[in-house]
């Protein structure tokens, strides 16, 4: 059972690239997420999606864009990298219902230069 | 918003004594509270969490306490050991609606032989 895939692992970008981080779970989650990670700043919420077709602002949304392209795949997209988007950046998926367990990715380390 | 608030943001201690790591929520609302921890280069992982129906829960050596009215919930971990030296994260949780977790800002455990 894979659990929560996150593709690429590493990528560096040129101020003004853009690039799609892709995610899938196998675990039929309803609801997926988008999380940064910064020092001192732990995990900030980008994007979100409570289930299939829907997708919410997070904390952090500006610069950013999502797709929920079915149940298992959430992606995120940066239109225009800037340095300011340097990070890890975590995808998670979790049950719908009473508190639930969110279960992570291994992580994206953008370098964005 | 909702906003969650962890302290310390460090913490040392010598092996085989007690940590604690308070958190603070803002929305009274939330009623879901995870703990996950994070060793160096890894995914979060739940470690315990706990429902705003009940004000303590146990897992061998550690434990977590929630008190509503204050807008508060602890981690203690008893007996400390090296291979606890992670980041921990706090997080709130609405658990109707859109499930999105918000977390704490972290606190690097550093336990010392």
């Known amino acids: 059972n894979a659990g929560v895939t996150q593709t690429p692992k590493f990528q560096v970008l040129k101020t003004g690239q853009s690039m799609t981080l892709q995610c899938a779970q196998d675990?039929?989650?309803?609801?997926m997420y988008w999380y940064r990670q910064d020092p001192g700043m732990g995990l900030r919420l980008i994007y979100y999606?409570?289930?299939?077709?829907?997708?919410d602002k997070g904390e952090v949304p500006n610069g950013y864009n999502v797709s929920r392209l079915n149940k298992r795949e959430f992606s995120l997209r940066l239109e225009s990298a800037a340095p300011s988007q340097t990070s890890v950046y975590f995808c998670?998926?979790?049950?719908?219902?009473?508190?639930?367990?969110?279960?992570f990715g291994q992580g994206t380390r953008l370098t964005v230069v | 918003g909702e906003n969650v608030e962890q302290h310390p943001s460090t913490l040392s201690v010598q092996e085989g004594d007690s940590a604690v790591i308070k958190c603070t929520y803002s929305?009274?609302?939330?009623?879901?509270f995870p703990w996950y921890k994070q060793e160096l280069g890894k995914r979060p992982q739940l470690i315990i969490d706990i429902r705003s129906n009940v004000g303590e829960k146990k897992d061998q050596r550690i434990a977590v306490t929630l008190n509503k009215t204050a807008k508060h919930f602890s981690l203690h971990i008893t007996e400390t050991q090296p291979e606890d030296s992670a980041v921990y994260f706090c997080?709130?949780?609405?658990?109707?609606?859109?499930?999105?977790?918000?977390f704490g800002t972290g606190t690097r455990l550093k336990v010392l032989a």
């Open positions: 675990m039929n989650h309803n609801s």
């Open positions: 999606s409570a289930s299939e077709g829907t997708t």
């Open positions: 998670a998926s979790s049950e719908a219902g009473m508190g639930t367990e969110a279960f």
């Open positions: 997080a709130a949780s609405l658990s109707s609606g859109t499930y999105k977790y918000i």
């Open positions: 929305d009274s609302a939330s009623n879901y």
